[in-house]
């Protein structure tokens, strides 16, 4: 039996990792060349919940930007969810997915958000301090994912497809 759809939009700057997380979760691939995401591309997976109906991710892959424009923001319309995407190496990243929630927040006042930050595989180049991320965690669930090698990376969607389906 299929379970309800649920749409979910991936927000997040730049080159943080939100096609190749999704890739990893659809499709358990990764691929080193990094191409950039032009408007919106869709993807979707069933998730297997126990003793719980399954619950299919509509995932709307949004490219990348630090702040929404109009454009974006017609994307992020029905969603049930957001999954915001940071780059553990670079700061200002999650200062923009930060952003990027807070301006959603206007347009999607009951989303469930998750945050993830992303590249744990090069977690000796964070810049992201733990306390940072402790703070962080008293206000939002925070995932440290790495798309490359799949860490922390089905826990967080299927954490977030608990959420959304509840």
Do not use: H
Not at 38 to 45: I, P
Request: hydrophobic residues 45%; aromatic residues 6%; contains cysteine.
């Amino acid at each position: 039996m299929s379970g309800q759809a649920r749409k979910i939009c991936m927000l997040g700057d730049f080159g943080v990792g939100k096609t190749s997380l999704v890739s990893r979760f659809v499709s358990n691939t990764f691929s080193e060349r990094y191409l950039t995401t032009v408007g919106v591309k869709v993807d979707s997976r069933e998730v297997l919940r126990d003793g719980a109906d399954p619950v299919k991710l509509v995932l709307w892959d949004i490219a990348g930007r630090s702040a929404l424009d109009a454009l974006n923001t017609s994307y992020l319309r029905g969603a049930s969810g957001l999954l915001l995407v940071a780059d553990g190496t670079r700061e200002a990243t999650l200062r923009a997915a930060l952003d990027l929630l807070m301006q959603s927040r206007a347009l999607l006042p009951k989303a469930d958000a998750i945050l993830l930050i992303n590249k744990l595989d090069l977690v000796d180049r964070w810049e992201v301090a733990p306390a940072t991320l402790a703070e962080l965690r008293e206000s939002l669930p925070v995932y440290e994912t790495s798309a490359r090698f799949g860490d922390g990376v089905e826990r967080a969607f299927a954490d977030l497809a608990g959420r959304v389906a509840a």
